[in-house]
């Protein structure tokens, strides 16, 4: 399968924003759902945030509603997610993946998550 690798992340201070970035080798995931997910230690992994191919369809977790943004750019085959109002509790190691291909709304929901990302570390303070 193909790779994505990921940039971005680092260390700031409650309130503070940072972008992840996520780009695919080896193949481009134009028709494939995307997601980000985190895990923080001692905790389940869980979705972020997914988007439909196209960009028109996005889900976000509860927790980062109206602070998180997704996107994707299909001509350089990379996925971003944008977060802002950083709180501790967002303290987790972040991963893109690709999911199924799209299928209609809701399929990325139900998608399954296969290829990964190596994990950026996302860390904020008080």
């Known amino acids: 399968q193909g790779q994505l690798v990921q940039s971005g992340g680092g260390s700031v201070q409650t309130g503070g924003s940072l972008r992840l970035s996520c780009e695919a080798s080896?193949?481009?995931?134009?028709?494939?759902?995307m997601g980000w997910f985190r895990q923080a230690p001692g905790k389940e992994r869980e979705a972020v945030a997914r988007?439909?191919?196209?960009?028109?369809?996005?889900s976000y977790a509860d927790s980062v509603k109206g602070r998180f943004t997704i996107s994707r750019d299909n001509r350089e085959n990379s996925l971003y997610l944008q977060m802002i109002s950083l709180k501790p509790e967002d303290t987790a190691m972040y991963y893109c993946?690709?999911?199924?291909?799209?299928?209609?709304?809701?399929?990325?929901?139900?998608?399954?998550?296969?290829?990964w990302g190596q994990g950026t570390q996302v860390t904020v303070s008080s």
């Open positions: 080896g193949y481009t995931y134009t028709s494939y759902c």
């Open positions: 988007m439909s191919p196209g960009g028109g369809t996005t």
């Open positions: 993946a690709q999911g199924s291909a799209y299928s209609g709304p809701g399929s990325c929901r139900r998608a399954e998550y296969r290829v």
